[in-house]
């Protein structure tokens, strides 16, 4: 269970929305967008702050705001939801704790906030900037992560100065699902392979004290 959970009301419709993540949930992975009538299309929790990708493309957020997490740079907690200005045509979203990521129909993503960037650098209240030399097919965050499912089937992470970029063998992966210590693929030939943030290494077998990346969930079974 998550340290705090708040709960979002958004067009009549109550969701729970997980708090911080140090804990290790996860809150992101690849949404359905809604086919309700209401202007919602997918809605996404961070740490103290959430964001909805509208049915028109555009993206609003509410909440926490003094690291840049609303996507306007930084400012005031905003208890309504607010328009991030510059971004259309968003598809898919993944919030962590300071900072978010979108991905359009170009598959290039687009993040802001506080935190480090792919491409080495860091984002310091950052508005919303294209991150080159990636086409992302999906992206999960949590903590202080954030990993993508590149077009290539590599799958690249970031968010700390030792966030490892796995060489997940063979198969070819079709999901990755972030938590705060820890990611994991699937792949296209059922198996699951995950691999640690930092120090934590195992995940999904029965150990969790021996870095090692990736490692297969090997006590899957088959069902």
Do not use: F
Request: with cysteine; glycine share 18%; hydrophobic share 30%.
């Amino acid at each position: 269970m998550r340290g705090i959970v708040g709960l979002c009301l958004v067009s009549l419709v109550v969701v729970a929305c997980g708090g911080p993540t140090g804990d290790g949930a996860s809150n992101s992975g690849p949404k359905t967008p809604s086919t309700t009538s209401g202007p919602v299309s997918i809605l996404e929790c961070g740490d103290h702050y959430t964001c909805a990708i509208l049915k028109g493309g555009t993206l609003s957020c509410w909440g926490a705001g003094s690291q840049g997490q609303l996507g306007n740079g930084a400012g005031p907690d905003q208890t309504k939801p607010t328009k991030v200005e510059g971004l259309s045509d968003v598809k898919h979203i993944a919030l962590a704790s300071t900072y978010g990521c979108i991905l359009g129909s170009d598959r290039v993503a687009r993040c802001w906030g506080t935190g480090r960037s792919p491409n080495g650098g860091s984002l310091d209240h950052a508005r919303p900037q294209a991150i080159p030399g990636m086409l992302v097919n999906d992206i999960s965050g949590s903590g202080v992560l954030m990993c993508a499912r590149l077009d290539g089937g590599q799958v690249r992470c970031w968010g700390t100065e030792k966030t490892p970029n796995p060489n997940l063998g063979p198969g070819k992966p079709i999901d990755v699902q972030v938590a705060a210590t820890h990611g994991c693929v699937q792949k296209d030939d059922g198996t699951v392979a995950c691999w640690d943030a930092e120090q934590w290494g195992g995940a999904g077998t029965e150990a969790m004290n021996h870095p090692k990346l990736p490692s297969p969930a090997s006590a899957l079974g088959t069902g």
